[in-house]
Each structure stands twice: as C-alpha cells, then as structure tokens.
C-alpha cells in the first residue's frame, strides 16, 4: 500500500449545513441520537435551534432517523447553488479582504500561526515594562502554547506580597473557531497600548495579571490553515490511526463525561479514554496548578472565548442539576457584560448556564425547565474545571460572532467589531472584579471608539427553522468579497455554498 501524500487538503463541496428548530423532548431525542449513530458535525445550538454539517448524500440516512421531517424535507437538491442577485458569488479563502482599519495590518485578516507568533514577540519588546512572553504548556506535536503575561507588579518590597490576582482570557480551543483567536489578539493588543494612557486601563493592569492565550490549540489551528479549514479538535493520536484528535474542551478532569464517546474516537466531541488525557489540556491544567502554588498566583477570572452564537455562558455546563454557588453574581456579571457590547455596536449577547444549550428546553406554560436529550455532552469543559477544581468565581464561556449566518467561516470584516465587543465587556469584567461593579465601563467604551474606527455592520440572523420545515441555512456560509486569484497556494481548499 502506498503512503498518503504529505499533505491532504480536505474539500466540503458537497457539504451543506442545517438547522433544526427543537420544539419537542422526543424531537431533541432523535437528533441527538442521530448525530451519535452518522458522526455529524454539530456547529452550533442553543435553546432555539441546532446547525449540523454533513454532507449533501448523508441526509438521506439522516432522514431516516427522523421520521418527523421526512414529508417536509426537500425531495431533491439541485448541484448548482442559488446565487442571490444582488452580488456575485465567490469561495471563501483564508485569504482577507481589508478592514476600514488602516492604521494596524493585523487585524486586517486572520494571521496563521507563524505570523501570530512574532508578533506576540513584539508586544514583548515593544513594551517590556507590562508585557512578558511566557509558554503555558507544550503541544502533542511539540509545539509551545504561547500567551502574553500583561500586569505591573508592586515594587514595595517591605509591604508583605499578596497573591497576584491574575485574569486568563483564552481562545482556539477548537481550532477552527479562528474569531476567537484573533479576538483574543485584539484584546491583548488594546490593553497593552492603551496603559499609561488611560487611567482606567493603568489600574487594570496594575491591579490584576491578565494571561491572554490566542490558542490553546496551537497544532489543530495550523492544521486549519494547511489541511482542513473546519477541523475542531487537537491533532493527538488515538487509538484508530485514521481518527485523530481529541475534544480539548471535553478533556478535563471535572465531571468528565467521556463514556458516551469513548470507544468513538471518530466523534467531533471525542474526549479521550480518561480525564486529563489531552495533552494540551493536561500540560495547561499542570501550569495553573504550578502558577498557583509555586508563583503567589490567585486566578480570580477565566473568560474562555468560542464560536459562534453571540452568548455568554456560566457554569455549570456538564448538568443543569446543580447551580453554582455564586449563581446570583454571575448572572449580575454576564448582564453587565452584555450591556457594554450592546453599548459599542448594538449587537446582542444572550445570557445562560452553559448547561442549557445542550440539554434543556422551555416547558411551555411552566415557570420550570424540562430536561432534553444532550445534543452533545458538556462534562469535562474548561468552564466547569475553573470554577469548581481552581477556585475562579468569575469563569465564563462566551461565543462570539455571528448567529449562523456566516458559523466558523465568519469574514474579516468582523474581526475588529468582534475585538471591540470583546474588549468592552472584558473591561467591565475587570472594572467589576475591582469592586467597582463595572461602572467606568462608559470610559472603556470611549476609549474603544478613539481607538480604531468602527467597522459597523449590521446583525445578520438566520430565518428560525422548524423542525418539521428543515432548510438549508438562508444566508451564505462563504465570504463573498474575495476573489480566486486571492487564495493562496497552499491553502486550496473550498466549501460548497448553498441557500
């Protein structure tokens, strides 16, 4: 048998999306089974609706397990896509079409790593009074999980040294969520230039460390760049050499659930044969436990960013059976949070227990919730781990742009509103940490807006799809605003656009 070539180029041509509007227990039940017995692609779901990738000849095994749609579902699929009238129709590329923002190229397109790593450097050296380059652990690949220590230390050295209160924000868990990563970035990058300048960001980095980690996942994110722009997971070996990787944010210790999955290692939320088995998840956890117990660290904030579905999620997220502690300040937080995004560019987040998303659904006529099938399990989550295992009263899980219109390919003209989203309510995180509940977050959001001009763009929210009206999503899946000759060589690859 001949080897593979080096490298493959994984091609969705004919793969489209779709969305399911849960209205029932038995309905949530069937699909969460079929999505266990094909092996789908769950993208995104929440309380509403749930989008799943699958290829265009899958759907009718798919239709097989829900009998409920089967009469309603389109008979047939033309091979050529619908193209609205209004524009012309083009593939999406890593390739970017430029911001308004001129003014600082690299939030004009996603960077892939070889890029985000230097200028991670850079920081370093431009501003080495506030900004350190540290390693957070090590890659299966062997690969450094690079990230930015941003914070000024006292220098009193006769007042007795209190644990440093250190905030980590976090993204590219799942590697093909590239938003996150750039967010994180841009977050990183106005914290840092924005010290000595405003008074408010000073005490922020005065007060608190805040580690930002562009990606947690530094071996899937380069494999979304030169293999398979939608890979999720990490690149660990299994134990089926053709199935490779490893659910980062399914692999720690906390309630992990890994039984459902655990003799399917092909499944997109394959978590391992134990808890901790991921290696980047193990080589994190053991830096915090390092950082805490060796290096007079207090993590007292943990924002985990991801795409897409524009919500912020609390613990816990493996069962909505147990409510956490400090249920009635998280929920306060996540609300102010909220609100400083509406503030800077109107879009809205929608607030939950992470839990909810996956499990339940609204009882109609009844004040309480009924359990539903997991659409996909939530045990073992970076979330949970947090804020039960390190002690972070504040954990959150926010997912980011857009709604569905665009998922996991959202285009670069998001990426500096989706940074000022971002850095606004981390702003009001911090502000809200220090005591003061939040409330010079006007200050954050004008210093936001001199910052970088605001590309604003409209909310774009798909059409509610019933689950007996099942269509493809309405909106494209694609960036229409790039041309072929835009796509670099060695990032060839295409996803099939349908309407």
Known sequence: MSSPPPRVLARYGGDVVLRFRIQKKDEAKALAEAVNVLFLDVWEFNTDWVDIRLAKDVIPSLLGLLPTIFESYPS????????????????????IQKTPDETNIFFQQYQPLSVIQP??????????????????????????????????HPTNAEKPMDPRKTIIVAGGSHAREWISTSSVNYVAFSLITEYGKSKQMTKLVEEFDWIFIPTLNPDGYLYTWENDRLWRKNRQQTNL????????????????????????????????????????????????????????AKFVGFLDLHSYSQQILYPYSYSCSSAPPSLENLEELAMGMAKAIRHVSGENYDIASA??????????????????????????????????????TYAYQLKLRDTGSYGFLLPSKNIVPSGKEMFAAITYFGNY???????????????TKNQVPLDVISSQVSRPVSLLDVNLLPKSLVSEALNEEDIPEESNWELGRKR
Not at 125 to 141: D, M
Not at 361 to 373: C, F, V
Request: proline share 4%.
């Open 76 to 95: 047939h699929f033309s091979d050529e896509p619908q193209q609205p009238s209004h524009h012309i129709h083009r593939g999406f590329t890593p390739s």
């Open 119 to 152: 200028w991670l450097r850079l920081m370093e050296s431009l501003f080495p009074t506030h900004v350190r380059l540290i390693n957070v652990g090590i890659t299966y690949e062997g690969r450094d999980i690079t990230a930015l220590r941003v914070g000024v």
């Open 241 to 296: 050499r053709f199935c490779k990787g490893l659910d980062l944010d399914r692999t720690y210790g906390f309630e992990w659930d890994g039984h459902a999955t655990k003799s399917n290692p092909c499944s997109e939320s394959f978590s391992g044969e134990e808890p901790f088995q991921g290696v980047e998840t193990s080589r994190f956890a053991g830096w915090v436990k390092n950082e805490t117990e060796q290096n007079n």
């Open 355 to 392: 839990c909810e998303g996956s499990i339940m659904g609204n009882a109609k006529g009844k004040k309480e919730h009924e359990i539903w099938s997991r659409i996909e399990g939530g045990g073992g989550s970076a979330l949970d781990w947090f804020y039960h295992e390190v002690n972070v």
């Open 433 to 447: 940490l220090l005591g003061n509940k939040g409330i010079e977050v006007s200050d954050t959001v004008e210093n």
